[in-house]
Nanobody, 121 residues
Framework: QVQLVESGGGLVQAGGSLRLSCAASGSIFSIMIMGWYRQAPGKQRDLVAVSTSGGSTNYADSVKGRFTISRDDAKNTVYLQMTSLKPEDTAVYFC???????????????WGQGTQVTVSS
């Protein structure tokens, strides 16, 4: 069984910084993609940033230049460094990973439970 556990959310003033972490655990054979999505109240869940096993990254236009995604493959962990935070960054942030489990035959998407990020003006 595979599990994603996020940490690092909280309340911060506009212009501040936060670092989110997401650790994948369980019977993992390989991780293809790890990334972050966010969902504000009443809105759909949107991509924030993703990192592939090949080292490429992709960001939503709204966070380019402010957020940085990184991975520690030895720890099966992905990070999201968020700087110059704005009130519109307020949302629940979800970790996502595409994982091939031990003994598995196909890649599956897993989600964390979400962590709240609130940016006050």
């Amino acid at each position: 069984q595979v599990q994603l556990v996020e940490s690092g959310g909280g309340l911060v003033q506009a212009g501040g910084s936060l670092r989110l972490s997401c650790a994948a655990s369980g019977s993992i054979f390989s991780i293809m993609i790890m990334g972050w999505y966010r969902q504000a109240p009443g809105k759909q869940r949107d991509l924030v940033a993703v990192s592939t096993s090949g080292g490429s990254t992709n960001y939503a236009d709204s966070v380019k230049g402010r957020f940085t995604i990184s991975r520690d493959d030895a720890k099966n962990t992905v990070y999201l460094q968020m700087t110059s935070l704005k009130p519109e960054d307020t949302a629940v942030y979800f970790c996502n990973a595409r994982i091939l489990a031990m003994g598995g035959v196909s890649w599956k998407d897993y989600w964390g439970q979400g962590t709240q990020v609130t940016v006050s003006s």
